[in-house]
């Protein structure tokens, strides 16, 4: 079977209303404005049930005069086809003309399109927006995205903004952009994130070493790359590398960091999304900017909880010496996150950094376990001072729940340290006189441990 175009005088054009045709040939036509630019699996993944039903589908609205096919370089072989909209289909869903690209401009719109695909094809429902440039509203960034792309994997979320790279920017544009990346983020600390897509490795490869001497502080767990070719074939499971930061590398959906929810009722290639593109619609950005607090399910007690978290990471020699077992600490009633049983599974908190992880134990939205894991994560990076200042903010806290979580950490990794004793003794002996008896005891307790530490 041959893809190539069939000429004009072995077709027979028709005419047809828009209003009559079915949803997915209507969002079809909405996605071809949406992104300009889509191939038939592309189509497949996004609004088609099919590759056959997408090749078949295209090949009506070409007959109708709706769409337009234009050849593509080859690639293994064969000639690929790409979509547009043809002139008499713009007018007819009353859109204004525009100039057709050319080939550079037409492949960086392809990837663009085939790194949400890919996503969406590969793990369904992660992709709760996607705005091409041209959707961005323009706002005072200092820096425009190619695109936007917000994922949520149920436990954490990430506002994405897509750099598409086709090697055609020179190392000064690259690093101005970064710089401007580097200023935006400094509004928006939590959840935000740069990702460039690159159209090879060998391209990777070049931008980290251009962005290489920058090592800005405010890139650092935030500027990610990827090759397409390892999106399409991988999707969510892609490795994306740090540019202009020393970050360990890590799966494209680790990149989902922050507790808070993203969620859109239209889910990139969800039913309702294909119906709200039919239909002319768009998204609701405004619950997505900065997310809200997830819905908690009923407590239980947190010794469920923490009884059954497996510490993989190795505990500092001081940190040995201390009771571990729980009981010791933990009173019957204390309450404050679903079971691991009942709760979604955890998601990559090693992915996350020390600041991202010292939010995460203060959060309201978070669960005792994810509490326990980052504290384990932070002793493991000898991040001390940030564990000290989670701990201080949960005792603090007017929840008899949290102060007994914050007395658990101080017993578990901060009493044995003699640099941090002083700071932390008025501190534990204020909760020893509260009327709550259960953290009474247990800071109790704690000032006992310490002073064993100190003889």
Same mark, same amino acid.
């Given at each position: 079977?041959?893809?190539?175009?069939?000429?004009?005088?072995?077709?027979?054009?028709?005419?047809?209303?828009?209003?009559?045709?079915?949803?997915?040939?209507?969002?079809?036509?909405?996605?071809?404005?949406?992104?300009?630019?889509?191939?038939?699996?592309?189509?497949?993944?996004?609004?088609?049930?099919?590759?056959?039903?997408?090749?078949?589908?295209?090949?009506?609205?070409?007959?109708?005069?709706?769409?337009?096919?234009?050849?593509?370089?080859?690639?293994?072989?064969?000639?690929?086809?790409?979509?547009?909209?043809?002139?008499?289909?713009?007018?007819?869903?009353?859109?204004?003309?525009?100039?057709?690209?050319?080939?550079?401009?037409?492949?960086?719109?392809?990837?663009?399109?085939?790194?949400?695909?890919?996503?969406?094809?590969?793990?369904?429902?992660?992709?709760?927006?996607?705005?091409?440039?041209?959707?961005?509203?323009?706002?005072?960034?200092?820096?425009?995205?190619?695109?936007?792309?917000?994922?949520?994997?149920?436990?954490?979320?990430?506002?994405?903004?897509?750099?598409?790279?086709?090697?055609?920017?020179?190392?000064?544009?690259?690093?101005?952009?970064?710089?401007?990346?580097?200023?935006?983020?400094?509004?928006?600390?939590?959840?935000?994130?740069?990702?460039?897509?690159?159209?090879?490795?060998?391209?990777?490869?070049?931008?980290?070493?251009?962005?290489?001497?920058?090592?800005?502080?405010?890139?650092?767990?935030?500027?990610?790359?990827?090759?397409?070719?390892?999106?399409?074939?991988?999707?969510?499971?892609?490795?994306?590398?740090?540019?202009?930061?020393?970050?360990?590398?890590?799966?494209?959906?680790?990149?989902?960091?922050?507790?808070?929810?993203?969620?859109?009722?239209?889910?990139?290639?969800?039913?309702?999304?294909?119906?709200?593109?039919?239909?002319?619609?768009?998204?609701?950005?405004?619950?997505?900017?900065?997310?809200?607090?997830?819905?908690?399910?009923?407590?239980?007690?947190?010794?469920?909880?923490?009884? @059954?978290?497996?510490?993989?990471? =190795?505990? *500092? #020699?001081?940190?040995?010496?201390?009771? &571990? !077992? $729980? %009981?010791?600490?933990?009173?019957?009633?204390?309450?404050? @996150?679903?079971?691991?049983?009942? =709760?979604? *599974? #955890?998601?990559?908190?090693?992915?996350? &950094? !020390? $600041? %991202?992880?010292?939010?995460?134990?203060?959060?309201?939205?978070?669960?005792?376990?994810?509490?326990?894991?980052? #504290?384990?994560?932070?002793?493991?990076?000898?991040?001390?001072?940030?564990?000290?200042?989670?701990?201080?903010?949960?005792?603090?806290?007017?929840?008899?729940?949290?102060?007994?979580?914050?007395?658990?950490?101080?017993?578990?990794?901060?009493?044995?340290?003699?640099?941090?004793?002083?700071?932390?003794?008025?501190?534990?002996?204020?909760?020893?006189?509260r009327q709550d008896e259960a953290a009474s005891t247990m800071a109790r307790e704690v000032l006992d441990q310490m002073a064993v530490g100190g003889t």
């Amino acid at each position: 079977m041959s893809y190539r175009p069939s000429s004009l005088a072995h077709v027979v054009r028709t005419r047809v209303d828009v209003s009559l045709l079915s949803v997915s040939d209507r969002a079809c036509l909405r996605l071809l404005e949406y992104a300009r630019v889509c191939t038939a699996s592309q189509l497949a993944s996004l609004v088609y049930p099919s590759l056959r039903t997408a090749l078949r589908r295209t090949r009506r609205l070409y007959l109708d005069n709706l769409v337009i096919r234009e050849s593509l370089p080859p690639d293994r072989g064969g000639i690929p086809l790409a979509y547009r909209l043809s002139s008499s289909g713009r007018r007819r869903i009353h859109l204004n003309a525009y100039r057709s690209p050319g080939l550079i401009a037409t492949r960086h719109s392809l990837d663009g399109v085939e790194f949400v695909a890919s996503l969406v094809q590969h793990n369904p429902g992660l992709v709760q927006l996607w705005w091409p440039e041209w959707l961005i509203p323009g706002y005072d960034w200092g820096v425009k995205p190619d695109h936007l792309v917000v994922i949520d994997t149920g436990e954490a979320s990430a506002f994405i903004l897509v750099e598409v790279d086709e090697s055609t920017e020179r190392p000064p544009v690259i690093r101005d952009r970064l710089r401007a990346y580097a200023k935006l983020f400094e509004d928006h600390r939590v959840g935000w994130h740069l990702l460039w897509v690159a159209n090879s490795p060998e391209r990777l490869a070049r931008l980290r070493q251009i962005a290489g001497p920058m090592k800005d502080v405010m890139l650092s767990g935030r500027c990610w790359g990827v090759a397409i070719d390892d999106v399409s074939d991988r999707g969510g499971d892609a490795e994306v590398l740090a540019i202009g930061a020393n970050d360990e590398p890590r799966p494209l959906r680790g990149i989902a960091t922050d507790p808070k929810a993203r969620r859109s009722e239209y889910e990139v290639g969800s039913a309702a999304w294909i119906s709200l593109l039919a239909n002319g619609g768009r998204e609701d950005i405004d619950p997505l900017w900065y997310g809200v607090e997830r819905e908690r399910t009923e407590p239980v007690p947190v010794a469920a909880v923490i009884d @059954s978290v497996v510490e993989e990471a =190795a505990e *500092p #020699a001081a940190i040995e010496t201390q009771a &571990t !077992s $729980i %009981e010791e600490l933990e009173a019957p009633s204390l309450e404050s @996150s679903p079971s691991p049983s009942e =709760a979604i *599974p #955890a998601f990559d908190l090693e992915y996350m &950094t !020390s $600041i %991202e992880l010292a939010v995460l134990i203060t959060a309201r939205y978070r669960t005792v376990r994810q509490a326990l894991k980052a #504290a384990s994560l932070l002793a493991e990076r000898h991040e001390w001072h940030h564990l000290e200042e989670s701990a201080d903010m949960l005792c603090r806290s007017d929840e008899p729940n949290e102060q007994r979580l914050g007395l658990h950490f101080i017993h578990r990794y901060l009493a044995a340290d003699p640099n941090m004793r002083p700071a932390l003794i008025w501190l534990v002996r204020s909760l020893a006189n509260r009327q709550d008896e259960a953290a009474s005891t247990m800071a109790r307790e704690v000032l006992d441990q310490m002073a064993v530490g100190g003889t």
